[in-house]
């Protein structure tokens, strides 16, 4: 990869922090002093021992000694692209985020796919959900839409994350299995936390065994907020339609190239860069007028459900094209640190439980991951403008700054920036209520998206999600947990529970499943029609 040369802006930055190992060149100490022997250590005598006194001897070892740093918490395999993103639909109706308005701009973009459970050197075929974590390098700073190829998640309130992932990652007695989700803990969650329903059918369908990364759609998953010129708020949900279509592996194809070729989704997509054949995907949103907020029959800061899009539409605005493999993976791939909390002008959170915890959680693993709090002057997660604050020191600070390190100064630098200037704002979402750790009300139901999935698949669809259910539970010991999956999936569907239940050795439950769908016309001021969803 040549970055110098490349028309892309986040390249030409990259280029100063690029060094060429060129033929001839010589091996040199960390303090620039050539090397005339790497081969043997400094002995007494040639039979030894080692000398002390070989510095070259000991800086080559105890740099390798630290090589490593921890992996990422979650989603620590992973692979990443570079690319751009070009706007073709202004939208200054609902935001104005420079980015999303103006189509002469080539946006750097920086993407990484992940797996979620599995360490950094599992497979890839696994099933899983995949990370899609987008980075876009903008004029007015860096845009992170930290998303996943399901539009839902698991849980509805960040405080229960470290119990979600508790229970998919490896049991802690053995660290078995360690990719996949065929176990009793994470099995014992899922059926005691009603909540994972419509994402625990999400990770058992075909989605969660995808062909390619290029063949999968992106969700920011959350409600976020667009604020215009003239300040008026809409919620907002981002998602990223794949040119090449949805395609997934079959259970079987997925289970031979995790052993014949765990390197399966890195490779396919790093071979199509360099082949030049370019993956691209759309980029959607789906906006909800602020006064609409309370006008669905779900809450839309409840990121276990997905705005059904036969209600609201998803309107494309541009397209993200991935053209450029990175140059060496870990200071780009593993030194990137995306974080929720990234946005831009024209561009807010919602209240959602779930991001507001993520807006914490991201730096704050980053400051460990990354050996402390300045991990964002490491060239990847670099803006493209210069950075200006009154930050200053930590372990590995980078930048040597002349001038003040406090405001208010006598020399009017580095100041605030009013908003006509491009200064950022807050957004100004009303807020209510008293201080109490319940959810909102719309919060408690937990089937009714569920089925709908579950009713919007095709009968092949549905028989893979049947033997994906009976393999995974095929893998759990406990029984008592059996009969609470197999009675969860007969809320959802009758049929489904009755084939699971065959399958893995339970009764066939009663056919008690309810149609959970309660509908109403809340929608008409959006679309002009009335909706209803059986
Ligand atoms: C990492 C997505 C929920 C904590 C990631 C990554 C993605 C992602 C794509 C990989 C980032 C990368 O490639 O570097 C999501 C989505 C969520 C979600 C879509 C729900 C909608 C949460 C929650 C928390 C959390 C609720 C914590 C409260 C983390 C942490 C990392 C991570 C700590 C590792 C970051 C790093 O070390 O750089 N997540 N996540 N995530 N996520 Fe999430």
Redesign the pocket.
């Known amino acids: 990869v040549d970055y110098a040369t490349g028309a892309n802006a986040k390249g030409r930055q990259l280029s100063n922090y690029t060094q060429v190992v060129e033929s001839g060149c010589p091996i040199m100490s960390y303090f620039g002093v050539a090397q005339a022997d790497t081969d043997s250590s400094l002995k007494a005598g040639p039979r030894g021992p080692t000398l002390l006194e070989d510095y070259h001897f000991r800086e080559k070892i105890s740099h390798f000694d630290h090589e490593r740093i921890?992996?990422?918490?979650?989603?620590?395999r992973?692979a990443?692209y570079h690319g751009d993103f070009v706007l073709h639909t202004p939208i200054p109706e609902y935001t104005n985020a420079a980015v999303l308005n103006d189509t002469g701009r080539r946006t750097p973009v920086f993407l990484?796919?992940?797996t979620?459970a599995g360490s950094r050197g599992s497979a890839d075929t696994v099933r899983d959900?995949?990370?899609?974590?987008v980075r876009f390098y903008t004029e007015e700073g860096n845009w992170d839409i930290?998303?996943?190829n399901?539009p839902?998640?698991?849980?509805q309130d960040?405080?229960?994350?470290?119990d979600v992932?508790h229970a998919v990652k490896p049991e802690p007695h053995n660290e078995i299995p360690q990719a996949q989700t065929a176990h009793d803990n994470a099995w014992d969650f899922f059926s005691l936390t009603p909540e994972t329903a419509h994402m625990m059918l999400w990770t058992m369908s075909d989605r969660a065994i995808p062909r390619s990364y290029a063949m999968m759609n992106g969700?920011?998953?959350?409600a976020f907020v667009f604020v215009n010129a003239e300040g008026k708020r809409s919620f907002v949900k981002f998602h990223w339609k794949p040119k090449l279509g949805v395609h997934s592996l079959v259970w079987d194809e997925a289970l031979k190239l995790a052993g014949q070729d765990p390197d399966f989704h890195r490779r396919d997509l790093y071979d199509a860069i360099e082949a030049g054949n370019y993956p691209e995907w759309e980029f959607g949103v789906q906006v909800v007028p602020e006064e609409n907020e309370h006008d669905f029959d779900f809450d839309l800061l409840d990121?276990t459900k997905l705005i059904p899009e036969d209600l609201v539409p998803v309107k494309y605005i541009g397209t993200l094209t991935l053209n450029r493999n990175v140059t060496e993976y870990f200071p780009e791939t593993e030194q990137?640190?995306?974080?929720?909390q990234h946005i831009v002008p024209g561009i807010d959170f919602s209240n959602d439980p779930?991001?507001q915890?993520?807006n914490?959680?991201?730096f704050?693993?980053?400051i460990s991951?990354?050996g402390g709090p300045n991990f964002n002057q490491i060239p990847i997660n670099m803006p493209l403008c210069p950075v200006f604050n009154n930050q200053r020191d930590a372990m590995h600070r980078m930048p040597i700054t002349k001038g003040a390190n406090y405001f208010p100064n006598r020399f009017d630098a580095p100041h605030p920036v009013p908003p006509a200037k491009g200064g950022f704002v807050p957004k100004a979402l009303p807020v209510h209520g008293v201080t109490t750790r319940a959810r909102g009300e719309k919060f408690s139901d937990y089937l009714s998206q569920a089925q709908l999935f579950y009713n919007s698949m095709s009968d092949i669809e549905k028989t893979h999600m049947v033997s994906a259910f009976s393999f995974e539970l095929g893998k759990v010991e406990d029984t008592g947990i059996h009969k609470r999956i197999v009675e969860r999936l007969n809320e959802i569907d009758h049929s489904l529970a009755a084939q699971v239940a065959a399958n893995i050795g339970q009764a066939t439950p009663p056919n008690t499943t309810k149609n959970h769908g309660k509908r109403s016309a809340f929608l008409s001021q959006i679309n002009g029609k009335a909706q209803t969803f059986t």
């Open positions: 921890p992996e990422r918490v979650v989603h620590a992973g990443a990484r796919f992940s979620v959900v995949r990370g899609f974590a930290v998303g996943n399901i839902v998640f698991f849980i960040a405080i229960k994350f470290p992932i969700f920011g998953v959350h990121a990137v640190a995306f974080c929720t779930l991001l915890g993520r914490f959680s991201y704050d693993t980053q991951r990354l």
